[in-house]
T-cell receptor, first 115, second 117 residues
Framework: GQQLNQNPQSMFIQEGEDVSMNCTSS?????WLWYKQDPGEGPVLLIALYKAGELTSNGRLTAQFGITRKDSFLNISASIPSDVGIYFC???????????????FGKGTKLSVKP | GAVVSQHPSRVICKSGTSVKIECRSLDFQATTMFWYRQFPKQSLMLMAT?????????EQGVEKDKFLINHASLTLSTLTVTSAHPEDSSFYIC?????????????FGPGTRLTVL
């Protein structure tokens, strides 16, 4: 099925570092969402974006809905050990009939702690 | 946020048997429920969407006779993996949303780890 391009696939962080990841798509989305998934758990919503250009924060997390509606980024400032996990972007478009489309997930960015 | 539960959280079964996974919305009425499958180190792939009281809509490549979905009430959907085989081993995640709800009202369950021996 259709998927988003999410980068980077993985990254190592040291406590206190800022982290940045992004998603791009060839399709336009009406909604962008960012989730975090811990091992053996379901994804938990971090931030939802509904307007092109929208910049939204949730604590140390900031996400933006790209102006072209084909991309989004997520920044984490001053990372802490509990930020470790897998982060997924998801986009939602509109069906031809005008109803909400299904969520399309990126492949994820795995955040690990530097040894 | 709202709570979605799944049961069981983990199941091991023999090849050829059927396994039923339950998904419940605990504090809201879920007119739409989704079933996803996630293989190790991969993303969530939508299997099917179900609306309460009607037949599920399956994604391309997902066998409806193998993955039986029943959305009998506004708080319960079940996924039955029939005649399970080792390649069906995966992490199955459900999510639930109210009718017309925005994307941020689609809540995910904690997942069910299925291992078929």
């Amino acid at each position: 099925g259709q998927q988003l391009n999410q980068n980077p696939q993985s990254m190592f962080i040291q406590e206190g570092e800022d982290v940045s990841m992004n998603c791009t798509s060839s399709s336009i989305f009406n909604t962008w969402l960012w989730y975090k998934q811990d091992p053996g758990e379901g994804p938990v919503l971090l931030i939802a974006l509904y307007k092109a250009g929208e910049l939204t924060s949730n604590g140390r997390l900031t996400a933006q809905f790209g102006i072209t509606r084909k991309d989004s980024f997520l920044n984490i400032s001053a990372s802490i050990p509990s930020d470790v996990g897998i982060y997924f972007c998801a986009g939602q478009g509109m069906n031809y009939g005008g109803s909400q489309g299904n969520l399309i997930f990126g492949k994820g960015t795995k955040l690990s702690v530097k040894p | 946020g709202a709570v979605v539960s799944q049961h069981p959280s983990r199941v091991i079964c023999k090849s050829g048997t059927s396994v039923k996974i339950e998904c419940r919305s605990l504090d809201f009425q879920a007119t739409t429920m989704f079933w996803y499958r996630q293989f190790p180190k991969q993303s969530l792939m939508l299997m099917a969407t179900s609306n309460e009281g009607s037949k599920a809509t399956y994604e391309q490549g997902v066998e409806k006779d193998k993955f039986l979905i029943n959305h009998a009430s506004l708080t319960l959907s079940t996924l039955t993996v029939t005649s399970a085989h080792p390649e069906d081993s995966s992490f199955y995640i459900c999510s639930a949303r109210t009718s017309g709800g925005r994307a941020d009202t689609q809540y995910f369950g904690p997942g069910t780890r299925l291992t078929v021996l």
